[in-house]
């Protein structure tokens, strides 16, 4: 940490420089040059503030960050050797926040699914939406995103297609000299009456610090069916801050699952708004905290139409001094009717010096509507450990099988084989301390 | 459903019963707050030195702080140095018997149903009836006295038990612990003041009844109830107020000391004046309550709020020593433009300790109804076991629930779980009853009793029946 003492982040000269080397269309540089006022204005966030307060971002805060210039390099076999799934459809591979054409593959899409970088398809109908969804005010890290705004991942689904194969995104962060800032950003828009599954991979590797900096916006419209997936699989010494957000339109259905297995610090937030009668929502969450991981959750459900369902669920197990926060915000606005949201946090604590902050939040202008929120924090039940010993399995067996009987319901809703398969065979191996 | 609003509304419309102004003679302090207001007021109770230096380091806190702003209820900000300090009825003489008190109090008290002699023939129970600040009689004191029981006003107490009250008073709620309580340990005027000996069963009920009077005069309450060793009391406390245009600020402590193995049951019905439809006038409520359990104690807060404009109040208990309880139940009801942001913090320090949260919210009308909660598990808090629900009942399409807990667990031997439902009087249920011959009104009632009955029945007897009177008043039949 010494270093950051005597070289302090310096964001506004790496802004310009970002500006003069990556040009945009007008409504975009105005957008970028904005979203940079606003950062500066905002700083990073402190625990002084209420949706910080549990989550001290003071670490990333004092590393000098640089965003990386030039075109990165990454061999297949250092790819190989990060485990992410193999889900054999189309793939963009991002190394440090830039598209790596040579690592990707888009073939075998049906007509009418694109799949493309961002920089590429700026020139299109897609700069319109970028930034419409993840709006940068009060939120300092979309800000810095959206001020570096220049790659990414775009996915284009026509109305009335089906994408029968995942989409999957690799955000890789390859290290650097210099601690590394990776900003990616996915803008997904299904056409009407579409379905498509989309699954976000983050990770990186060395011996540095790196922040991955992620905006994630989704337009569902009418009917359509979207899946998303994120796995966040940082390195001990990345930090992961993820901000997705979702507009859904009349009898949409999105769901999407939050998979966090390492980072030192690790945010996920998730925004959606049910903005059509009839749409349905899914957030589930699972995440692995062990070491000094600060594993953080944050997730706003937003009812702005009447008759929609949501539905929540994350679980965590949390080991060895490793944190987690979760805060779920369900919004029901007024004329809201027929809501049906129901929300659920379950902490499960390994060890002694794990920790939980779990604030699910409930705010209700509408009258004829079913809300539920439950949380539960707790240890695994000495009565089953001792069923189990008496059954002949050992302490390290009974207490496997029980963290895996723990998160069993939330592997079942991944409709994804390759995914479940290998967070099966983690949440397996993962060996528990005793005691 | 269109006569069942209708009944709602005519219900909700229904005149606060209990507003009424009664005419007293006051001695009032002139408007506004400094040093020497607050010289002023401990001069006029003739306080002790320490007692007047921990005002005005209060004070010197208070100045330096800034108004909460993070609670959800929104209010026109208060003028403070618009408010006088004291009040007090003109002392004509020392009062020795009931018949001595003023008998336009006496009369206020008998509209209110709570005639002293009546409660004292009758009903057993000993009230200390404060008349805005300063405590007009004392009941059963002599009874009391022979088990070694002090109950006393605040004022009575400074005079006759300073190393008693020297040594509790703000160790439960520090005079700097936050804006109201700063406030209030400035400038509190009088209050209700408990010491319940070791190994002492208190015999009957405790009781006080605020109320606030005379215009322009913001009633700071200060609570102090000790329970020694192994004992165990039972203290009531109601409020009602009479009705005002302007707005009236309210701001008490209670605090509450259980040592080892002692039992304190504390009861609230609070039913200030909220206001009327279009929310004007109506108290300030803005209160801070916390308990202190050592080895074995328990405390138990239950509370029933119908009354205030803006109700602000987190009954706490810090569960300090080994195997020590805390409970909480609560129904807070708001209509019309009420509005409410309260709960409870339990904060677990000890081993084995355990806590249970019921709280129940109804909102009608514009009624905004705020659970906030904390569970702290503490690093050393080995077993300890927390269990919270919130209910909330929603009548009417622009009333709104919100709920906030938050849960921080620091140990893993302990459970802590957490519930949460948000609802509405469905219409089959009034369906089913209007089909077995009740009234629309009837089955409301019923239904929303239904709802609030884990909390009623922690109530004392005496306090029920006037909850489920409140609660018909603000509330019955509002359910479309």
Not at chain 2, 267 to 286: C, H, L, M, R
Request: negative net charge; charged residues 20%.
């Amino acid at each position: 940490m010494s270093q950051a003492v005597t070289a302090a982040p310096d964001y506004a000269g790496q802004f310009a420089a970002w500006s003069r080397a990556v040009p945009l269309p007008a409504s975009l540089a105005d957008l970028r040059r904005d979203a940079f006022n606003t950062f500066e204005q905002l700083g990073f966030p402190t625990t002084r503030l209420e949706e910080w307060r549990f989550t001290n971002v003071a670490l990333i805060a004092e590393v000098p960050f640089v965003v990386p210039e030039g075109d990165p390099s990454l061999s297949r076999e250092s790819l190989e050797e990060l485990h992410l799934p193999r889900l054999g459809g189309a793939e963009l591979v991002f190394v440090n926040g830039r598209l790596a054409p040579g690592l990707s593959s888009t073939t075998g899409l049906p007509d009418g699914v694109r799949v493309v970088g961002l920089a590429e398809a700026i020139t299109g109908e897609v700069a319109g939406r970028v930034g419409q969804l993840a709006s940068v005010g009060g939120q300092a890290f979309t800000a810095l995103n959206t001020a570096f705004l220049g790659d990414g991942a775009v996915v284009e689904v026509d109305d009335g297609v089906v994408a029968e194969t995942p989409i999957h995104l690799l955000f890789v962060t390859s290290p650097g000299a210099a601690p590394v800032l990776s900003q990616p950003r996915v803008v997904v828009s299904a056409g009407a009456n579409s379905q498509v599954r989309i699954v976000e991979s983050h990770a990186g590797g060395g011996e540095t610090e790196y922040l991955s900096n992620a905006v994630t916006e989704v337009w569902a419209a009418d009917n359509a069916v979207v899946d998303h997936y994120s796995v966040v699989r940082e390195a001990d010494n990345g930090f992961h801050v993820g901000q997705l957000v979702a507009q859904l339109g009349r009898a949409s259905n999105f769901s999407s699952h939050a998979i966090t297995l390492g980072g030192a610090i690790v945010r996920n937030e998730a925004r959606v708004v049910l903005g059509g009668e009839g749409g349905e929502c899914t957030l589930n969450g699972l995440y692995l905290g062990t070491g000094r991981q600060l594993v953080d959750n944050q997730t706003t459900i937003d009812h702005a139409m009447p008759h929609c369902d949501s539905h929540e669920l994350y679980k965590g197990i949390l080991d060895g001094r490793s944190r987690a926060v979760f805060n779920g915000k369900i919004v029901v606005r007024l004329d809201a009717q027929k809501t049906d949201a129901k929300q659920s946090n379950k902490a499960l604590l390994l060890s002694e010096d794990a920790q939980v902050t779990t604030k699910p939040q409930l705010e209700i202008f509408a009258d004829d509507v079913k809300c539920t929120h439950g949380a539960t924090v707790g240890q695994l039940d000495e009565d089953a450990l001792f069923y189990l010993r008496s059954r002949a399995l050992s302490e390290e067996q009974a207490r496997q099988l029980l963290i895996h009987a723990f998160a069993a319901d939330l592997l079942g809703h991944i409709k994804l084989d390759a995914i479940r398969e290998q967070l099966d065979a983690l949440l397996l191996e993962r060996l528990p301390v005793a005691g | 459903m269109s006569t069942a609003t209708q009944t709602v509304e005519e219900l909700a419309k229904q005149d606060y019963k209990y507003g009424f102004v009664t005419d007293v003679e006051q001695e009032t302090i002139p408007k506004g707050l400094n040093e020497d207001v607050i010289r002023k007021i401990s001069a006029i109770k003739e306080e002790p030195e320490w007692l007047l230096e921990w005002r005005l380091n209060a004070f010197r806190v208070w100045s330096k702080m800034t108004e909460p702003e993070w609670h959800n209820v929104h209010y026109d900000k208060v003028d403070y140095q618009d408010i006088s300090y004291y009040s007090a009825p003109k002392k004509k003489k020392e009062l020795k018997s009931l018949d001595e008190v003023d008998p336009e109090i006496r009369a206020t008290f008998d509209k209110l149903g709570i005639s002293l002699d009546e409660q004292k023939r009758l009903s057993g129970v000993a009230v200390d009836a404060v008349f805005d600040s300063v405590s007009v009689a004392t009941t059963f004191k002599d009874t009391l006295a022979n088990l070694g029981i002090i109950f006393c006003s605040f004022s009575e107490a400074v005079r006759d038990h300073p190393e008693l009250v020297q040594k509790y008073l703000g160790t439960v709620v520090p005079h700097s612990d936050n804006f109201f309580a700063a406030l209030n340990s400035a400038v509190f005027s009088d209050g209700s003041f408990a010491y319940i000996p070791k190994g002492v069963k208190c015999p009957m009920e405790l009781s006080t009844y605020f109320r606030i009077n005379a215009a322009n005069t913001g009633q700071f309450e200060r609570t102090l109830l000790v329970a020694d060793e192994g004992a165990e009391v039972s203290y009531l406390e109601g409020c009602t107020a009479p009705q005002r245009d302007e707005n009236q600020l309210h701001a008490a402590v209670v605090e509450l000391v259980a040592l080892e193995g002692a039992t304190i049951k504390y009861s609230t019905v609070q039913n200030w004046y909220p206001g009327d439809a279009e929310g004007k006038g109506g108290i300030y409520n803005f209160v801070t309550k916390r308990g202190t359990a050592f080895d074995n104690a328990k405390i138990t807060w239950t509370q029933v709020e119908t009354g205030s404009a803006i109700t602000w109040k987190y009954p706490s208990c810090i569960l300090q020593g080994d195997n020590s309880v805390g409970e909480f139940y609560s129904v807070a009801v708001t209509n019309n433009r009420q509005q409410a942001d309260t709960g409870t913090k339990m904060v677990h320090l000890g081993k084995n300790t355990k806590s249970t949260i019921i709280s129940k919210g109804i909102s009608a009308g514009l009624g905004q109804n705020t659970y906030r909660g904390l569970v702290r598990i503490g690093k050393g808090a080995k077993g300890a076991r927390n269990f919270s629900q919130c209910d909330s009942l929603l009548i009417g399409d622009r009333c709104g629930a919100h709920t906030f807990p938050y849960l921080e667990v620091k140990n893993t031997s302990s459970q802590v779980e957490h519930e949460a439902s948000t609802s509405k009087i469905g219409e089959d249920q009034i369906f089913y009853c209007r089909q077995r011959g009740l009234s629309t009104e009837d089955a409301v009632n019923l239904i929303v009793n239904g709802f609030c009955k884990e909390v009623f029945r922690e109530l004392p007897m005496e306090f029920a029946v006037e909850a489920q009177k409140l609660l018909s008043i603000s509330l019955e039949g509002s359910v479309g």
